[in-house]
């Protein structure tokens, strides 16, 4: 009786062996060769994820010269985890236009903004920790799990916006009521085995995430609904910004064709008309309602963006800013922190 289960043991054992052996052997054949990978998972960690990042050392497919990310998966140098004393840390959070599609990288605001506060005589460190296609749930979510955790700055700026998208919205939903599964689910992703394996059984639910942007076959969810969503994620942000005792300033995104229809009108900031058209068409001042109410901090810089449209261009398309863009929302930044109580010791006045 002994004999036999001693060899029924041995049996389980040597499959057993086998087993993870030709698992291995199969996860690294098709590793080697790439078998599980989306095209834009060359660049994204998991199109499954609606939780994506950006790949560590991956090239830049949105730069216009061969440029590859740091180490942590983000644009430009990449920051210690330890700060260093006196210097003001600032890490700047939101989609692609933070993170500067199509301009250079010492072109985007994030840049210019640590070029103009050192300028002003401030010892500064900024991360552009922008990842395209995102909007304030996931962008939040990074912050929870990585930025704030990792790199402890003294201030995030988030440049974002709502997303109108139904399957966005939907997702977010169904994310909430299955965290386990998620978690699950990200760390077998893990396995490329397991991402072949899905990729054959569903095709991608979540790749139509990397174009956040595209409303063509979608429509749009109701700005009622919208709102719900976005005070959600605000007072999660702003819970975070407490427990980590860090500063937050939240600028809502703009576009392009929100200008264009004032410029057609001749519209300009501080009258009434445009105070009346602004609240009524742009979402801008929709989310500027819903931090007010929540006492969080932030800026808007529409103003500013429509006086400067009637003589330089902006935007290179419909939400992506011009090196001009990114100078002005640095400068509006510059003068917003170095105004007000953000910063350590006061700038200088220029």
């Known amino acids: 009786m002994r004999n036999a289960l001693s060899r029924l043991l041995r049996r389980i054992a040597f499959a057993l062996i086998v087993t993870v ?35 560590p050392g991956a090239p830049n497919p949105y730069a216009k010269v061969r440029e590859w ?24 959070a939101g989609d692609s236009t933070t993170f500067g599609a199509n301009v250079n990288e010492d072109q985007t605001y994030s840049a210019v903004l640590k070029k103009l506060l050192h300028d002003r005589g401030v010892q500064v460190e900024v991360l552009n920790a922008g990842i395209p296609g995102t909007s304030i749930w996931q962008q939040v979510t990074l912050i929870k799990r990585k930025l704030l955790p990792r790199y402890q700055p003294d201030l995030i700026i988030l ?81 975070l ?21 004032a410029r057609q009108k001749n519209l300009h900031a501080n009258s009434a008309d445009w105070r009346s058209f602004a609240r009524r068409e742009n979402p801008v001042y929709q989310m500027a309602e819903v931090l007010a109410e929540l006492h969080m901090d932030h800026f808007i810089a529409a103003d500013d963006f429509l006086e400067a449209s009637y003589h330089i261009p902006l935007f290179l398309d419909a939400v992506h800013f011009t090196p001009a863009g990114h100078e002005l929302m640095a400068r509006l930044l510059a003068n917003q922190l170095c105004a007000g109580d953000w910063l350590p010791r006061a700038c200088a006045a220029r």
């Open 159 to 239: 440049y974002t916006g709502p997303s109108f998208r139904p399957d966005v919205y939907l997702l977010q939903e169904t994310r909430r009521g299955r965290a386990s599964l998620w978690q699950t689910q990200r760390v077998l992703a893990h396995f490329h085995l397991y991402r072949l394996l899905r990729l054959w059984l569903r095709p991608p639910r979540f790749a139509d995430l990397l174009n956040q942007y595209n409303l063509d076959a979608h429509g749009v969810v109701p700005w009622d609904k919208v709102r719900l969503q976005v005070r959600e994620d605000l007072l999660e942000l702003r819970a």
């Open 241 to 261: 910004g407490q427990k980590y005792g860090c500063r937050l300033l939240v600028v809502p995104r703009m576009t392009k064709a929100e200008y264009d229809d």
């Open 69 to 92: 990310l740091n180490v942590s998966g983000f644009r430009g140098p990449d920051l210690p985890s330890q700060k260093q004393p006196g210097v003001y840390r600032i890490i700047s």
């Open 21 to 55: 052996v030709f698992l291995a052997a199969a996860e690294g054949v098709v590793r080697l060769f790439g078998w599980a990978k989306l095209p834009a998972e060359r660049v994204y960690t998991d199109a499954y994820d609606p939780n994506y990042e950006m790949l």
